[in-house]
């Protein structure tokens, strides 16, 4: 298998969309430069709702760990927004295509509540409702899936929130650029030029090809551990689930304890050193007490000098590692094509 890995023709080959090359500069995508205009004003911002689906609801799965904003703050994925929005509330629609139709449907309700509307889009729908309806828009950089481009969201969401006030640009932008610094060299041994002997994101897609994948993390991780469930499905064509510790102890805990012994799964723990104390204790002692009944989870621990650097490196790593197993499987990670089909039959 690693000869297999190793070979840049046949990666060269399998990866028609580049997909090793977007990822080798993901960096980059956290030095993307958005604005809203010197005309876009903000009243008071009471609560937050992000309307997104999939790839396009990570940049706010991120927020949820930093900045922490102050304001209650509510991810949608699905049709139908809160009761609750309002006038005060700021309400970001954002969708890599424009024409994912839950937030199309939930963009029409909160305009028809007058929330503060910001859209954050490539094209499609959205981009023309925002245009007719002259809402605040921001256009994302064009890549060949919305999964590739979840760094430039994640730019173009805190873009918004620093115009709304409710974080402080200055405070919070030169983080995000020290991080773009720092992922640049953490890439740099993941790189498909690097031999699966010195590289990490290869010899753990070698230990993952052909297993049901269970993806866990604590509260500040949990982002990236469902960046991982995402890539896994889409890059790979694995089917991943993903979990999130302390609930984890309350119920799925007991889950692996029985029969049978011989799971069928790849579970990973992506670990951080500036988890809850409590949360990281969880992780060693739930590994102990279910040795034997579960697989021995593979440990990833997240590398970097705060909260947001660990976050980056832990979705950097995992784009990596699922787009291995995807070339292992002998696949192309970047269509969808089932997804394509099932709005088309859907629109029947």
Known sequence: MSSMLDDLKYLHQKDQADAL?????????????????????????????HAGMGGSALPAQFIKTWPVVPVPFEIVRGYDI???????????????????????????????????????????????????????????????????????NFKAVLTVLAAAGVVKGEEVFPVVDAAADFLDGAVQTWLPTVPTKDNPAKQLAQELIGKSIVVYGGPNMYPAAYKWKISFNENAKQVAWVGQ???????????????????????????????????????????????????????????????????????????????????????????????EKLKKVLDE
Do not use: C
């Not at 960096?27 to 205009?37: C, W």
């Not at 809160?82 to 029409?108: H, M, R």
């Not at 069928?264 to 990281?280: A, C, F, K, T, W």
């Open 21 to 49: 090359g977007i990822a080798a500069k993901e960096a980059g995508q956290l030095r993307e430069v958005f604005s809203l205009g010197d005309d876009v004003h903000f009243n008071n911002v009471d609560n937050i709702v």
């Open 82 to 152: 809160p009761a609750y929005v309002s006038e005060d509330t700021l309400f970001i629609a954002d969708s890599y295509s424009g024409n994912t139709e839950e937030t199309v449907s939930a963009l029409e309700q909160a305009m028809a509540k007058q929330a503060q509307v910001v859209v954050i889009a490539q094209g499609g729908k959205l981009q023309q409702i925002a245009t007719e309806r002259h809402l605040p828009f921001i256009k994302l950089p064009d890549t060949s899936q919305p999964r590739y481009a979840a760094l430039a």
């Open 245 to 339: 510790l302390p609930e984890f102890n309350h119920n799925e805990f007991i889950g692996w304890s029985e029969q049978p012994i011989d799971k069928p799964y790849g579970v990973i723990d992506l670990r951080s050193d500036l988890e809850h104390p409590r949360v990281q204790k969880r992780f060693l002692v739930s590994e102990r007490l279910l040795s034997g009944m579960r697989p021995e989870p593979f440990v990833v621990q997240a590398q970097g000098k705060n909260v947001f650097e660990q976050l980056m490196w832990a979705v950097a790593y995992g784009d990596f590692v699922t787009l291995y197993v995807a070339f292992l499987n002998g696949l192309n990670p970047a269509p969808v094509d089932l997804v």
